[in-house]
């Protein structure tokens, strides 16, 4: 089975340069979390170890969703905004993962139209891969290659709700409960957007299984007719 992004052609690394304006960094020494107790991160040292923990999935979670250039800044601005709000997450009302990816998601939401445009572009991508290494890697790259077009025209067909429910599920990896206190909606509205989200895209993506975003079946033509063809796995 083969994982990927939505486009061989979107780095999704641990992130570009790392600074936040809005706030001063302090010398942490490595592996620095935050200190036992409450769980807060109002004091500035546990703010810092919240940033260098949290920063590099967040920035991937964004760079997947409107491309690396745009996510520098966006990244920049959801840890900015978390500082200055810092004072008011209750760590008693939701984890700190699900508080920051409610604020990235929000500034994600002000640009749908550079997301909806990279979907577009991804979908019309004509794959380029690299066939170095081994042939196992190399028919993995041609595989993730040939897929991921058919997945961003897929997610460019849902709702944004749906979507943002989607993507927070297999990209981010929030439980349904997480998911819930990113988005302000309770956990049974996440199942049933999470629902309906796969069921829009079985047309568009076959065999594929959403937990673990992959294709179970070796094919990488069209999906079946209707989506419901055999060996179709939905683990909703």
Known sequence: MTTFSTSSSRPCGPGPRRHT?????????????????????????????????HFPPVYRFIARRVGPALAEDLAAETFATAYRRRATFDPGRASLRSWLYGIA???????????????ALDARLVP?????????????????????????????????????????????ELSHEEIAAVLGIAPGTVRSRLSRARAALREHLGDFNFDLWTFDGPQIGPAREGGRGGGWVDHA
């Open 105 to 119: 998601t929000n500034l994600v939401r002000n640009h749908w139209r550079a997301e909806q445009h990279l979907l």
């Open 128 to 172: 380029e891969v690299d066939l170095s290494g081994s042939p196992a890697a190399a028919d993995e790259r041609i595989t993730a290659a040939m897929l991921a077009p058919r997945l961003a025209a897929g997610l460019a067909q849902i709702t944004r709700d749906q979507r943002d429910v989607l993507l927070l599920s297999a990209w981010a």
């Open 21 to 53: 304006a809005g706030y001063t960094r302090l010398p942490l020494r490595s592996g620095a979390q935050p200190a036992a107790g409450s769980g807060r991160i109002v004091d500035a040292a546990d703010f810092e170890a919240a940033f260098q923990q």
